[in-house]
């Protein structure tokens, strides 16, 4: 039997990032199975889903490259097949009309099926709610077996639209579905689910339901659309990789095993997959982890396939481009979003404006920043070759203490702000590599003058 699974998002929003973890998880499974992955949007809440919903989750998926096969399936392309179904409960007297709407019967659907059941009572709203415990052997690929409450429930409504307990049904059914990976969230729904497949005559598919993304602040509950920037396109515009993401959100609920490696390609990813390593517990959103796992995918980039990611996200200064492949050379290994990068680069491409007094190391003093000042101006100044390495400088500065009799931080702190108007920077020797002769010592100059 083929492997499907699907992902079955409401077109009503953006797409969140539990949403695509969903969506990967069944494309995981799917691929690992020789199987196929499928898409279908439940859009039947008329009032807020949009067209350019749709277009946008689309779009996130196949930028995250989660590709599915076959057409994408719209559920209000199939009222008629709605309508059908229920009227077949009707026919059965397994589901009645009221308020204009159809309802499913609990109990008679239960008793049909000649399953145990345990009577509950509930009161809302001044209202008596009867609901029907019952066992299943069906079994959760996580949870083991499956159980719940099902009661009287809508199953289309006086407009003619169907719920999301009777459609999904239906569709699931059609799409030939052999596994339903989703949330935790919807475990209460299952039973409801398997009640109907079975009055059908539907083979009931095989359920995985997946522990539910947490706020970071544990206990806060389930991640949500309210918990800031939560879409995919969100971290895509604050320059997260979609491999990165993919790779992030992976670890959010799996495992590799035995093995400590945290860093994986999708190939990778669906060779290695397997529900064994499926985490029962709920995962944590960390933010400093993805962003870990974004800066060593940035850091694995050569810097002409990086400038091409940076222009989808910022604007680049007007500069020749070799210019800036030097700046990405000194200045990647601290890039964690791409959009770090205007903020870690801002002095290569303007001069600085500081306080001088960060120009004098803790252990030095104004005279000695000086002479250091003054002894790297006039030491490079003389170069009639301009340095094309990093160590090329190192070596002249390191010449300046020698002959001076200075420190470290009389010679490269005051060269280094000199350069950056900061004192936290790449190294005075990258620095002066990437800005060039006459940037270089125009800086040194000034900063002479600012302690003068």
């Known amino acids: ?27 995981l499974f799917a691929r690992k ?16 889903s949009t067209i350019d919903s749709e277009t946008e989750i689309i779009n996130g998926f196949k930028w995250l490259g ?12 199939r009222l008629d097949i709605y309508k059908q179904k229920a009227e077949e409960l009707i026919s059965k007297k397994l589901a009645y009309e009221k308020d204009g709407a159809i309802w499913l019967d609990a109990k008679k659907s239960i008793e049909y099926l000649k399953m145990d059941y345990k009577l509950s009572v509930a009161s809302k709203d001044n209202k008596e709610i009867k609901s029907y415990f019952v066992k299943f052997d069906n079994e959760d690929l996580l949870a083991g077996k499956i159980s719940g409450n099902v009661e009287d429930l809508v199953i289309l409504r006086s407009n003619g639209i169907p719920t999301y307990h009777f459609a999904v049904v239906i569709d699931d059914e059609e799409m030939h579905i052999t596994h339903v990976i989703r949330g935790t969230d919807h475990f209460s729904n299952t039973p409801k689910h398997i009640v109907l497949q079975k009055i059908f005559g539907f083979n009931v598919p095989v359920y995985l339901h997946l522990p539910l993304t947490l706020n970071p602040e544990r206990g806060t509950g389930k991640l949500s659309k309210r918990s800031g920037s939560t879409s995919i ?8 990789l979609p491999e990165a993401l993919i790779n992030f959100m992976v670890l959010l609920g799996w495992h590799p095993g035995k093995s400590e ?6 190939q990778q990813l669906i060779s290695e997959f397997s529900v064994g390593h499926l985490s029962k517990s709920n995962a944590v959103f960390d933010i400093n982890k993805l962003d870990n796992i974004n800066g060593i995918y940035i850091r694995n980039i050569n810097n002409k396939g990086l400038i091409k990611r940076l222009k989808d996200i910022i604007k680049l200064p007007s500069v020749p ?48 920043t000086l002479e250091g000042l003054n002894g790297a101006l006039l030491l490079l100044e003389n170069q009639k070759e301009w340095p094309e390495t990093v160590q090329g400088f190192e070596a002249l500065l390191k010449k300046v203490m020698e002959e001076k009799n200075l420190s470290f931080g009389d010679v490269f702190w005051p060269i280094r702000v000199a350069l950056s108007g900061r004192e936290a920077s790449p190294s005075p020797t990258e620095l002066l590599w990437v800005l060039g002769k006459e940037e270089s010592l125009k800086r040194i100059k000034e900063a002479i003058q600012l302690l003068t």
């Open 321 to 368: 481009e070799d210019y800036i492949e030097k700046v990405l050379t000194v200045v990647k290994d601290r890039i964690k979003k791409l959009v770090d990068f205007n903020e870690l680069s801002l002095y290569f491409f303007k001069e600085p404006a500081y306080d001088p007094k960060i120009l004098i190391f803790r252990k030095s003093d104004k005279d000695k």
């Open 33 to 48: 199975n020789k199987g196929k992955f499928f898409l279908r949007f439940e859009d039947t809440d008329i009032k807020r």
């Open 1 to 27: 039997m083929e492997v499907r699974t699907r992902i079955a998002p409401s077109p009503t929003g953006k797409l969140h990032i539990g949403t695509a973890r969903t969506a990967l998880f069944n494309l």
């Open 233 to 240: 396109e969100d971290f895509k515009k604050e320059g997260y």
């Open 261 to 266: 490696q945290e860093i994986f390609t999708l």
């Open 66 to 77: 989660l590709e599915w096969d076959g057409d994408i399936v719209r559920q209000m392309d």
